[in-house]
């Protein structure tokens, strides 16, 4: 059964913190990790990975991905109150014909000034 | 900027109700989801479809069907709404190109209560 697991559940820490967050997974047919935030109510995009070691990174944001160890990181730099969220991380996978997505529970992140 | 959006943000219902959440995206997107959301469980994946007309079973489909009777809209029935469909529900879509399909944009979701 396909499975995506993120560590921490949730995580407390001060503005100006750089804090890490963490996605492992088990698929049948990988092709690509997804990271989403979600503030309120929508999810919002951040990053797709593909390739194993390539950073992806935008602000103080960035992550990699680990496809021989099956996971993920979430690097978040001089956080910020505007950075409270939860994360979600995704794995595509190819099952029974059909192309889905599979989420985490997601990590949430609270920021305190 | 897509946008996706879901016809309501509160809905409350009783048992047995046929509930209809209708969901309008203005991108000219292929691929539409529904999922729901639940503490400590995640997104989990209802129903989706990759053109008009067409509708696949995600990961929990019980209890629910859809509609996508036009391009731009996908609208997901819960034939005789119980307690345990109370839940978060979003709407996303995605369109499919050299870059993939995964790139998902999320409406805002609705809260829906079944008393």
């Known amino acids: 059964e396909d499975k995506v697991v993120q560590s921490p559940l949730s995580l407390v820490v001060h503005e100006g913190d750089t804090v890490t967050l963490n996605c492992s997974y088990e698929v049948t047919n990988f092709r690509s990790l997804l990271w989403y935030k979600q503030e309120k109510k929508a999810p919002t995009f951040l990053f797709m990975l593909?390739?194993?070691?390539i950073e992806k990174k935008s602000g103080r944001l960035s992550s990699i991905l680990d496809k021989k160890e099956l996971f993920s990181i979430l690097n978040i730099t001089a956080t910020q109150t505007g950075d409270s969220a939860v994360y979600l991380c995704a794995v595509s996978d190819f099952i029974q014909g059909a192309q889905k997505l599979v989420f985490g529970q997601g990590t949430r992140l609270t920021i305190n000034p | 900027d897509v946008k996706v959006t879901q016809s309501s943000r509160y809905l409350v219902k009783r048992t047995g109700e046929k509930v209809f959440l209708e969901c309008v995206q203005d991108m000219d997107h292929e691929n539409m989801f529904w999922y729901r959301q639940d503490p400590g469980l995640g997104l989990r994946l209802i129903y989706f479809?990759?053109?008009?007309?067409?509708?696949e079973k995600g990961d929990i489909p019980e209890g629910y069907s859809v509609s996508r009777e036009k391009k731009e809209r996908f609208s997901l029935i819960l034939e005789s709404a119980s307690t345990n469909q109370t839940s978060m529900y979003l709407c996303?879509?995605?369109?499919?190109?050299?870059?993939?399909?995964?790139?998902?944009?999320f409406g805002s979701g609705t809260q829906l209560s079944v008393l």
């Open positions: 593909t390739s194993s070691g």
């Open positions: 479809s990759y053109d008009v007309k067409m509708k």
């Open positions: 996303a879509s995605s369109v499919t190109s050299t870059g993939g399909w995964e790139k998902l944009f």
